[in-house]
């Protein structure tokens, strides 16, 4: 049974915090994501890692940055969180080749007071 | 840039039909759609590759139209399973980025 595990289903944190958000996957997938989503907004790309240590921005990526070390973990990192980082975080990957399905973790609601 | 979707927002009763479009302003050469219920991660539900492609999964099928840069989802003799919100998704700018619409909203009602 294929899996994307991410760390936290719910995470509360103080403005400020540096705060890291992690992804795991164990189906030896290339390309792993990071989404934000919001009410109205739908998924939004942060960011793409298509290889270990390689990353590319998404459409929203002021704020985060990313870390992935190992091909299975991509990590988000929150340098400063704030107020308006208060979202559902998806992480996802997919086999590289780019129109293979994508398999979505369970996501973590991250909540900045 | 995101791909636009279209209705934000359906209400069918079950057994009513559906169709929910999704367009791009750059060129497509696959739309990915997903379904996601509430509380729950999003779904995969089929990948169209070429253009004027049909694809099918249960009473939900899909067409790509390569020229139009749009894509359509049908869903047929709805059931009370399909409500969820619908995305489509695409690949950005000659890399495997996946980027998604705003979702359409899917509600069956009894």
């Known amino acids: 049974d294929v899996k994307v595990t991410q760390s936290s289903r719910y995470l509360v944190k103080r403005t400020g915090e540096k705060v890291f958000l992690e992804c795991v996957q164990d189906?030896?997938?290339?390309?792993m994501f990071w989404y934000r989503q919001d009410p109205g907004l739908g998924l939004r790309l942060i960011y793409f890692?298509?290889?270990?240590?390689?990353?590319e921005k998404g459409d929203i990526p002021e704020g985060y940055s990313v870390s992935r070390e190992k091909k299975e973990r991509f990590s988000l990192i929150l340098e400063s969180a704030s107020t308006n980082q208060t979202s559902m975080y998806l992480c996802?990957?997919?086999?590289?080749?780019?129109?293979?399905?994508?398999?979505f973790g369970q996501g973590t609601r991250l909540t900045v007071v | 840039q995101q791909p636009v979707q279209s209705p934000q927002a359906v209400i069918l009763r079950e057994g009513e039909d559906a169709v929910i479009n999704c367009s791009s302003s750059?060129?497509?050469?696959?739309v990915h759609w997903y379904r996601q219920k509430h509380g729950e991660a999003p779904v995969f539900l089929m990948i169209?590759?070429?253009?004027?492609e049909q694809k099918g999964h249960e009473k939900i099928s899909a067409s790509f139209n390569e020229k139009k840069q749009q894509s359509s989802l049908y869903l047929t003799a709805s059931q009370l399973s399909y409500s969820g919100t619908y995305f489509c998704?695409?690949?950005?700018?000659?890399?495997?980025?996946?980027?998604f619409g705003k979702g359409t909203k899917l509600t069956v009602n009894p």
């Open positions: 890692s298509y290889d270990v240590k390689m990353k």
């Open positions: 169209l590759l070429k253009g004027g």
């Open positions: 998704g695409t690949l950005q700018g000659g890399s495997e980025k996946l980027v």
């Open positions: 996802a990957s997919s086999l590289h080749g780019g129109n293979t399905e994508a398999f």
């Open positions: 750059k060129a497509l050469y696959s």
């Open positions: 189906m030896d997938h290339e390309n």
